[in-house]
């Protein structure tokens, strides 16, 4: 069965205190797996897509790693502003998203 | 650049009645899909369509119809409410090429008492 889980559910850091995100996955036939932000009441924004084991992206403060079996988004030196809450999704074959069900980051100044 | 545009932002319903949920993209994606975002459950796809007249169901698509006459629209239909149905509801497009990320609307926020 196709899954998703991120963990972990809620994360509070001090600003200036760098972590990381999970998101493990089971899917067959994986067409990339896709990191979103997603402020309260707005829809998910999207950050990355990452394709094979190995890739890694970066943007700003965060840094997306992929590997055969889980992605990790690296938060660095947070700030106030990265509080939100962090989705990851895979692609199946076709157009079929499945999402976890997020880590809600907050970052104490 | 409006992107993905839904109405309304919010709606309070009574069991029972029906209404439409819209959606409109101005990004020319052939896909367009709607979610549904409850606590504790994550995104949950409701039905999905590649282009216009071609529609599909996905994971949870019981009491929702939906059609595509146009490229642009892809409305969310509610035939009889039930107090289940209260959640946040997403629309999301793509183009159908894989490295293409769904972008989403800013949610319709429903509530069935």
């Known amino acids: 069965e196709d899954q998703v889980t991120q963990s972990p559910e809620a994360l509070r850091l001090q600003e200036g205190e760098s972590s990381s995100l999970n998101c493990s996955y089971t899917v067959s036939g994986l067409r990339g797996l896709f990191w979103y932000r997603q402020d309260p009441g707005k829809g998910p924004e999207f950050l990355f897509t990452?394709?094979?084991a190995g890739e890694e992206k970066e943007k700003e403060r965060l840094k997306a790693t992929l590997t055969k079996k889980e992605s990790f988004l690296h938060i660095t030196a947070p700030k106030p502003e990265d509080s939100a809450t962090y989705l990851c999704a895979v692609r199946r074959g076709g157009n079929q998203f499945y999402f976890g069900t997020g880590t809600s980051l907050t970052v104490i100044p | 650049n409006a992107g993905v545009t839904q109405t309304p932002k919010f709606q309070v319903l009574k069991t029972g009645q029906s209404m439409t949920l819209q959606c409109a993209q101005d990004m020319n994606h052939e896909y367009m899909s709607w979610y549904r975002q409850d606590p504790g459950m994550g995104l949950r796809l409701i039905h999905y369509s590649v282009g216009a007249g071609i529609t599909d169901q996905g994971e949870v698509p019981n009491g929702y119809n939906v059609s595509r006459s146009t490229t642009e629209d892809f409305p969310l239909r509610l035939l009889s409410a039930a107090p289940s149905q209260t959640s946040v509801y997403f629309c999301?497009?793509?183009?159908?090429?894989?490295?293409?990320?769904?972008?989403f609307g800013n949610g319709t926020r429903l509530t069935v008492t």
């Open positions: 990452l394709y094979s």
């Open positions: 999301a497009s793509s183009y159908v090429r894989l490295d293409s990320p769904l972008h």
